[in-house]
């Protein structure tokens, strides 16, 4: 084999792996370490005193910002970076619980409004100190304003390079 030659139909060769340096890798797992523990952390603090994942809380977030607390279920999953199906899921679990309820959206016959009820607002209200203080206290707490204002640039310039813009764009919520 060491001597084939490559003639000028053949499929050029694979580039090679450009493997993470000693650095880069104790970086990357850092972070993997840290983003797993800090989900389970937020996750589990939101389990024990509002009886719902982070997803779900985030999703109650999302509509307590929107105007009169409705977003098309399109828009809801692009902000919390799910797909469509588990957002699905996860918007029947609310309404189960009465905090969210589905609308007809009337500008699309297809589309459909998730809203958020007053007693999904009153959950927000309660829960709201407990996950900002389990917040703070594994993340912001641990750092100075320097590093805070660093890990916001980091991350923003991840999430640009992950989100492609664009009809044909594979994102979670398009899936």
């Known amino acids: 084999m060491d001597d084939m030659t ?15 340096s000693d650095d880069e890798q104790r970086t990357w797992q850092a972070y993997l370490h840290a983003t797993t523990l800090l989900e389970d ?7 024990r005193d509002a009886g ?8 109650l977030v999302q509509l307590s ?15 919390a970076k799910i797909t469509r199906s588990r957002l699905s899921h996860a918007v029947a679990r609310l309404e ?30 309660r829960s709201a100190p407990g996950h900002v203080a389990a917040v703070r206290q594994a993340l912001f707490d641990r750092l ?3 590093q805070v204002e660093s890990l916001g640039a ?13 009809r044909g764009a594979d994102v979670p919520w398009r899936r």
């Open 154 to 166: 980091i991350m923003a310039i991840v999430a640009e390079g992950l989100q492609p813009s664009g």
């Open 144 to 146: 100075t304003p320097e």
């Open 41 to 47: 952390h937020l996750d589990r603090q939101l389990q």
């Open 6 to 20: 490559i003639s000028p139909g053949d499929p050029p060769e694979p580039p090679r792996p450009r493997w993470l």
């Open 96 to 125: 189960k619980n009465g905090w969210v309820r589905r609308e007809d959206c009337p500008s699309d016959k297809r589309g459909q409004l998730a809203v958020l009820t007053d007693d999904g607002r009153a959950m927000l209200v």
């Open 52 to 59: 719902m994942p982070h997803v779900y809380y985030g999703l």
């Open 65 to 79: 910002e929107a105007p009169e607390g409705r977003l098309r279920m399109t828009e809801l999953a692009e902000g």
